[in-house]
Nanobody, 115 residues
Framework: QVQLVESGGGLVQPGGSLRFSCAAS????????MGWYRQAPGKQRELVCA???????NYADSVKGRFTISRDNAKNTVYLEMNSLRPEDTAVYYC?????????WGQGTQVTVSS
């Protein structure tokens, strides 16, 4: 079993920045792909970005150039730095750890981008 605990999030003005972290514990290792998803009201959960154990990254087109995902395998922690935030980035953000058929989720943290 894997537990994911997120921290960060909150209210920010358009153009602002936020940084998340997600600490994994339990039966986790660097082979897991770690990612961030988000779900806005009335919409399906979508992939924001992901990073493999080897550091290969993947971003949704809507966040390319604004968001950066990174990980520290020694600490089993993944980070998400979000810059140039827009109102459409408002959502609940979820950390995910995935390997083979196993997929684990964090509790979610709210991000609101509003003036």
């Amino acid at each position: 079993q894997v537990q994911l605990v997120e921290s960060g999030g909150g209210l920010v003005q358009p153009g602002g920045s936020l940084r998340f972290s997600c600490a994994a514990s339990g039966r986790i290792s660097s082979i897991y792909t770690m990612g961030w998803y988000r779900q806005a009201p009335g919409k399906q959960r979508e992939l924001v970005c992901a990073i493999t154990g080897g550091g290969r990254t993947n971003y949704a087109d809507s966040v390319k150039g604004r968001f950066t995902i990174s990980r520290d395998n020694a600490k089993n922690t993944v980070y998400l730095e979000m810059n140039s935030l827009r109102p459409e980035d408002t959502a609940v953000y979820y950390c995910n750890a995935k390997w083979a058929t196993m997929s684990y989720w964090g509790q979610g943290t709210q991000v609101t981008v509003s003036s």
